[in-house]
């Protein structure tokens, strides 16, 4: 049976209605966030707003920036960005290729002439997918790492082969003594471990391990989320990973299913770890299929 004219024209009606609707939602998600920027070493501060933390580097070269959050937050950033010297970063260095971490790549490269840096894997992973821009793709990639002297620092770009996706880089500016990480450290959070882009746990522990051997006890750390942090509350971080896996790992050798452990739950003292991206239950999931 066809459906009568005046019925088609009201639910036509009705879509149109809601796709304005569905697109303010988007918008609006992102309207009342703040991106506020904060003062670290030397010539290094830390945007805030909502996803990746965002590492700059402002002086008399200009201005540098790791990570640029969500698309939408771009005018915002950029416009703390001229706050710290100019709204119009010379480099864009990507951690990895996640959407909160890379989303304003297109409006940094095509509207401020940003030049986009990243690890070959995140140029891969962008390019697969049909909604990025190619505006949005780094212009120059490293396999193992590389160098940048700016505004009287050494950057030190790290890549680690495994951990949180399997294009990881973290950075370390040498003589501040900072060290962003990407999401290789959610402080205070169980991480997330994106084990379809080639992370897994035990990397994860690695490239923190590796990272943890590189600085000292007065380095001042950025994590992929959550506040400033130290290498003590790193090394606990990795210490709450080694713990919950080998845990969820002796359960799983005694045959224990999936739900079963999830029943059991992790002890006590883990629960302030849990948080609404990554609760327990998450955790245990992405602990056991790895352990």
Not at 69 to 92: M, R, T, Y
Not at 211 to 234: F, Q
């Amino acid at each position: 049976m066809k459906t009568p004219l005046i019925l088609r024209s009201l639910l036509t009606a009705a879509v149109i209605a809601v796709l304005p609707v569905s697109l303010a939602n988007a918008q609006d998600r992102f309207a009342n966030v703040e991106v506020k920027a904060a003062a670290i070493k030397g010539a290094v501060h830390m945007l805030t707003g909502a996803g990746g933390n965002i590492g700059v580097s402002a002086g008399d070269d200009g201005v540098l920036i790791i990570d640029d959050q969500f698309a939408p937050l771009a005018e915002k950033i950029a416009a703390q960005l001229g706050e710290l010297g100019s709204d119009k970063p010379k480099f864009v260095i990507n951690t990895h290729y996640h959407g909160d971490h890379t989303g304003s790549n297109a409006f940094f490269n095509s509207h401020k002439g940003a030049t986009i840096l990243a690890h070959e894997n995140v140029r891969i992973r962008l390019a697969s997918d049909e909604k990025v821009a190619p505006e949005a793709l780094p212009t120059i990639t490293y396999e193992d790492g590389i160098k940048i002297y700016f505004n009287g620092e050494t950057l030190h770009v790290i890549h680690l082969a495994v951990g949180h996706t399997d294009g990881d880089s973290a950075v370390l500016f040498e003589q501040p003594n900072v060290l962003h990480t990407g999401d290789l450290f959610f402080n205070g959070r169980f991480p997330y471990i994106d084990q379809g882009a080639g992370g897994n746990v035990e990397g994860y522990m690695e490239s923190v391990q590796q990272l943890l051997n590189r600085i000292d006890d007065d380095t001042v750390i950025i994590p992929g989320h959550g506040a400033l942090s130290n290498k003590a509350e790193y090394a606990n971080f990795l210490g709450m990973i080694s713990d919950t896996f080998n845990y969820v790992k002796a359960l799983k050798q005694e045959g224990k299913s999936l739900d079963d452990v999830k029943a059991m739950g992790l002890e006590e003292k883990w629960a302030s770890w849990s948080w609404n991206f990554i609760n327990e239950e998450k955790w245990i999931t992405t602990l056991y299929n790895d352990a």
